[in-house]
């Protein structure tokens, strides 16, 4: 293209990470919470995130649902978002879509009666988790 290598593989590079930022972006439209669920899942946030760890220190529940849970600690504690904040409506849901999409996964696979186990609020807060999965047992 440019005649350098080096030049070329720069180009390469930044247009591949570009088009898997814009991917990306686009799965977080498709999967977010519709209607008021995405205001529930930030209010819930607290509770999910002891959630999430007492799911990941399960050791009866399969490797890679656990793998997926540290997983999302990870990019949880990461200051960096997948969608800057400056972002109207997404910049700050960010979070929120991720966690859900993965409680999602982990209701498909490890089955509700292992969150509900795990759960550390309220009944209340219990099934705005399961209109967010959109999963029943």
Do not use: K, N, Q
Not at 26 to 54: H, I, M, N, S, Y
Not at 104 to 109: A, K, Y
Not at 123 to 133: H, I, K, S, W
């Amino acid at each position: 293209m440019t005649g350098s290598f080096w030049w070329d593989l720069l180009i390469g590079v930044a247009t591949a990470l570009a088009l898997t930022w814009v991917v990306l972006v686009v799965a977080l439209v498709v999967v977010r919470p519709r209607g008021g669920l995405l205001r529930e899942a930030l209010r819930l946030l607290p509770d999910v995130l002891r959630l999430v760890r007492r799911l990941a220190a399960d050791g009866s529940l399969p490797r890679g649902v656990r793998v997926r849970l540290w997983l999302l600690m990870v990019y949880l504690a990461v200051p960096i978002d997948l969608v800057p904040d400056f972002i109207p409506v997404l910049g700050y849901a960010d979070d929120a879509i991720i966690v859900t999409a993965v409680l999602r996964g982990v209701v498909r696979r490890a089955g509700l009666d292992a969150v509900r186990a795990h759960w550390p609020g309220t009944d209340d807060g219990f099934e705005a988790v399961v209109r967010l999965t959109g999963l029943r047992g």
